[in-house]
């Protein structure tokens, strides 16, 4: 459950497309994604738990699309028409157990955390 090893970052051009992986040695109820620029705080991307419910960031809806593979104990995020502020470290973030709150696109809500992958879009 606490290991997080995440893939798929890269370099694009804008309006190019981008695959991330999370690969959780264990199940998670929750999973996310984040993402931060140096000197930044940690902004919410996506997330989504084992009901299939979803949470998206508004800069981000209609371009995204977060996935989860329950089996695989694997989190997707598909990046599509990608803009040169999507530049940062993407991290994936889970929480193993249901709690009694609702998803929420937080970082205080999730319990482990990634080491990063890094996407840059250049215009």
């Known amino acids: 459950q606490g290991q997080l090893v995440e893939s798929g970052g890269g370099s694009v051009e804008a309006g190019g497309s981008l695959r991330l992986s999370c690969a959780a040695s264990g199940y998670n109820y929750y999973m996310g994604w984040f993402r931060q620029a140096p000197g930044k705080e940690r902004e919410g991307v996506a997330a989504?738990?084992?009901?299939?419910?979803?949470r998206y960031a508004d800069s981000v809806k209609g371009r995204f699309t977060i996935s989860k593979d329950n089996a695989k104990n694997t989190l997707y995020l598909q990046m599509n028409n990608l803009k040169p502020e999507d530049t940062d470290t993407y991290y994936c973030?889970?929480?193993?157990?249901?709690?009694?709150?609702?998803?929420?696109?937080?970082?205080?809500?999730?319990?482990?955390w990634g080491q990063g992958t890094q996407v840059i879009v250049s215009s």
């Open positions: 989504i738990d084992s009901t299939g419910t979803i």
């Open positions: 973030a889970a929480r193993p157990r249901r709690t009694f709150w609702d998803l929420a696109l937080d970082p205080s809500f999730f319990t482990y």
